[in-house]
């Protein structure tokens, strides 16, 4: 059985951010847990993460109008940044605000919105609404840079109410095309054309003229709202902190029914919601009071592999344990391809309703890509994961004896929690002889990152 | 000689059209001026649609359609829908995928029918989804829908080098894919998807070398759904379900660009699909069923439609008695649902009811539902 503190900053680091590497989780596991949790509630204690070593490495990453690129320096960044919770939250909002690439194919703005996730990410929800409001990204994915004063637009408005704040049945048809209404002339400066320098930013407009000025009624409040009053009145309403506290308890603390079945089906924990909820409202919708009492949590604590990993986390896991990212590589330009395979192409969700999650990340063909992924990274017996777990495996002796070998493996990918069945199928393949010490250690990773026990957060 | 193998089951493939097709800009209304009025900035002029008689036409896009509809292969179901129409993309998808309009359900009707077809589960390939993740209209416990990103690469392990080391690699995989009793829901799910991943995976090896197809397909994503259906159908793998998806129908702007290319895409897809499957001696025994969670509002907002109801359903295929099936939903303004909409005139449980008892020869009643009025499409009842 591993370390029980090592065990707990372990859960901490893969669902605060994306894992850590062995002498990180060591370093941390014997500080006070509270204190390590403020330390990732405060990201500003941590310096940036150095993007220059990118373009040291590879100048066409600086482009920026190729979204592969992008995605994969987004990956870099969640494995290597000295701020996990920064990137964490930032994956979140893009969970919550699912805003894609592929409908304006406009890679500045989807980066834009990304970075303003990390900006805001920790701060309180109606400056991070104001915000969305403004990105341009999210202008032209839900069409508000075509809601017009004289033929409005609710797309934006009704996913306002509906997605990213109270959740369906908590306001009626006439709010949500009052909410439109109140983002008349919200749009964006169209950016210079594509041809013949590339892309560049786009910009927040707000055109006083095109602003539907008249007075309207919206959750039983009148006046001559426009865009803020309206985001002033959804921060403070309770269905809106029971819709956040339920997307955070999902993401981060166990799986839960997917976001459609709100309106209906109670959450599994409703006590954990009802805290989150209630930190929310007393906060006036302070993030980092959130996070502070869910990461503090006991029913944080005890959710350990409660979730099923997403594609990203996955994925960032994976190259956690195995180095491959430490350093920019072109892995890079490749893990968008391998996202979108195993069901999350980041910065290009399938729909504003975002991933579905838990178990539906789980079909026949996302796991097998997820499994031939991991295989592929952790083979190599020369590699860089293989070099480390033999280092610190050798003092079991050489060869290892099976058992030493299997626990070990499960101790650094995880540790995780083997069944029996699991465990036994390893010692199998630990037995096998005729190769070398260093084959040896790189196929019982390759098995451990291919168990169904590798496959929960 | 046909590659169809020995089977005359039917099988039926489901296209879905993902975003809310607006089905006034399909099977358009070109008598009515008052389309006109309502949509200045995406009514198809006259002098441009394809009529199929004095009120209804074809839109242009759908050129290739309007050929099957012409050679008797094509049923348009007019005005599918269901009371109180969920504008949502996403409550509106669910509703279709089970059946559910008033609770919120997480079994899908397909997989309902694969548990029909196939209730011991022992056959993988019983029902196969094309493309990342798995809708939820295929998922439901215990059940088995095979969901392929990539035909030509769909494999486990495929990293381990040696073939020996590869085998025994799988004989791990299955063992500890093989969870004990009591671990959970979740981990039970995982279990059965891994094994079911290592036996799809030996049988769908053998496709890509089987296909015998010369048609030139696009180069969409439709098309290459489609062609992939066309590879698995012709190889005989016992399928009887097919799940694709076409997604990019929610245009709030610039529609009439957007809608034209989908539309050219979709129906060039599917006489494609078709065609290959004559030329293969293999289309006799296959229903291809199009559906979108709804139609949209009949007033355009000045570059595009937003979300609506009343849509359109089309049943395509060889054994199809091809006409207009249910009723068209009136566009007189005083007619229209909540003063905006078109007002369904058949519930969409009933074409599911069609495509499930007509068809595919089981009884609808527990998978839909209730009982709902059908459509008679077929020119036969299915052996």
Redesign the interface.
């Known amino acids: 059985m591993a370390d029980t503190q090592l065990a707990l900053t372990a859960h901490l680091f893969r669902r605060a951010g994306f894992g850590a590497t062995r002498a990180d989780l060591e370093a941390q596991a014997v500080r006070p847990y509270e204190d390590v949790v403020e330390d990732l509630l405060h990201p500003e204690r941590f310096p940036e993460p150095a993007d220059d070593v990118l373009f040291r490495y590879y100048p066409q990453m600086t482009t920026p109008d190729t979204p592969g690129a992008w995605a994969g320096r987004w990956v870099y960044r969640m494995v290597n940044t000295e701020r996990p919770l920064e990137e964490k939250m930032a994956l979140f909002w893009h969970h919550v605000f699912a805003t894609a690439w592929y409908k304006g194919e406009h890679q500045p703005s989807m980066t834009d919105q990304i970075q303003m996730f990390r900006t805001h990410g920790l701060g309180d929800l109606r400056s991070l609404l104001v915000e969305l409001s403004r990105d341009p990204a999210m202008l032209n994915w839900l ?1 508000n ?2 809601n ?1 004063k ?6 934006f408005g ?1 996913e306002l109410l ?1 997605l990213f704040s109270m959740g ?1 049945g908590n306001y009626d048809e006439t709010d949500v095309k009052m909410a439109g209404r109140a983002f008349t002339g919200w749009t964006f400066e169209q950016p210079i054309p594509l041809y013949p320098h590339g892309q560049y930013p786009a910009r927040f407009v707000y055109r006083a003229e095109d602003h539907d000025d008249s007075e309207k009624t919206f959750l039983g409040h009148q006046g001559r709202f426009n865009g803020e009053d309206i985001i002033e009145i959804i921060a403070g309403q309770e269905a809106t902190a029971r819709f956040i506290a339920r997307h955070l308890y999902n993401f981060f603390v166990a ?1 839960e ?1 997917q ?3 709100w ?3 109670a959450p599994e924990d409703a006590a954990a919601v009802d805290e989150l909820a209630r930190t929310f409202l007393d906060s006036g919708g302070e993030m980092r009071e959130v996070m502070r009492t869910l990461l503090n949590s006991d029913y944080f604590k005890g959710a350990r592999f409660a979730r ?1 990993k997403s594609p990203v986390e996955f994925v960032a896991g994976v190259l956690k344990l195995s180095g491959a990212l430490s350093r920019p590589g072109p892995l890079l330009g490749s893990l968008q391809g391998a996202l ?4 999350q192409k980041l910065m290009d969700p ?4 975002g991933w ?1 999650t ?3 990340w ?8 997820r ?2 992924f991991a ?2 990274q952790l ?1 190599d017996p020369d590699g860089a994961a293989a070099a480390e777990a033999a280092r610190l495996l050798a003092a079991g002796g050489s060869p290892l004896p099976a058992e030493a070998l299997v626990d070990g493996c499960l101790d650094l990918a995880g540790p995780l929690e083997a ?4 465990r ?3 010692l ?2 630990a037995a ?1 002889n005729g190769v070398s010490e260093g084959e040896r250690v790189a ?1 019982m990773l ?2 451990v990152v ?3 026990e590798y ?1 929960f957060a | 000689m046909t590659t169809n193998g020995s089977s005359t089951d039917p099988v039926l493939v489901i296209i879905q059209l993902t975003g809310g097709l607006d089905f006034m800009n399909t099977l358009i209304p070109y008598a009515e001026g008052v389309y006109y009025d309502a949509r200045p900035h995406v009514a198809i002029p006259q002098d441009q649609v394809l009529p199929l008689n004095e009120q209804l036409a074809f839109h242009p896009a759908a050129s290739r359609l309007k050929e099957l509809f012409e050679a008797g292969d094509v049923a348009v179901v007019q005005g599918i829908g269901y009371p109180n129409s969920s504008r949502s993309h996403f409550r509106g998808m669910d509703i279709w995928h089970t059946c559910e309009p008033d609770t919120v359900a997480t079994e899908g009707w397909v997989a309902k029918l694969v548990a029909e077809l196939d209730p011991k589960s022992e056959r993988p390939l019983t029902a196969v989804s094309f493309g990342r993740g798995l809708p939820r209209a295929c998922a439901a416990p215990g059940v088995t829908v095979t969901s392929i990103g990539d035909l030509d690469s769909y494999g486990l392990m495929t990293g381990s080098e040696r073939q020996q080391e590869h085998d025994q690699h799988l004989d791990l995989f299955r063992r500890m894919y093989t969870p004990a009793v009591g671990a959970g829901t979740v981990m039970d799910y995982l279990g059965r998807t891994g094994r079911d991943v290592l036996a799809g995976a030996d049988l769908l090896a053998e496709v890509p070398g089987r296909y015998n197809g010369t048609v030139e397909w696009g180069t969409n994503p439709i098309a290459s759904a489609l062609r992939d259906v066309a590879r698995v159908h012709t190889a005989g793998m016992g399928t009887r379900v097919f799940y694709t998806q076409h997604a990019g129908y929610d245009y709030h702007s610039h529609q009439p660009g957007n809608h034209d290319r989908l539309l050219g895409e979709l129906c060039g897809a599917i006489s494609d699909f078709l065609q290959d499957l004559r030329n293969q001696n293999a289309a006799d025994n296959v229903a291809v069923l199009v559906f979108t969670e709804f139609g949209r509002r009949i007033r355009d907002n000045g570059s595009g439609t937003d979300h609506g109801s009343g849509g359109g359903a089309y049943i395509i295929g060889e054994r199809v008695q091809g006409g207009l099936y249910a009723e068209y939903p009136s566009v007189k303004p005083a007619d229209w649902l909540n003063e905006e909409d078109l007002k369904h005139t058949i519930d969409f449980r009933g074409i599911y009811g069609t495509m499930l008892e007509q068809w595919m020869g089981v009884d609808a009643q527990p998978i839909v539902g209730g009982t709902f009025e059908q459509v008679r499409p077929f020119k036969e009842p299915a052996t």
């Open positions: 069409d840079c075509e017009h004289d033929s409005p637009n609710e797309n009704r509906e369906l799986d029914p976001v459609p079945a309106s209906v089906q099923v979108g395979a195993m069901g399938p729909s504003v309703e579905h838990g178990k539906e789980i079909d026949g063909g996302t796991l097998l890509e499994v031939n295989i592929d083979k069944s029996e069945e699991t036994a199928a390893l199998e393949a096998a196929r390759t098995l291919s168990t169904p496959q």
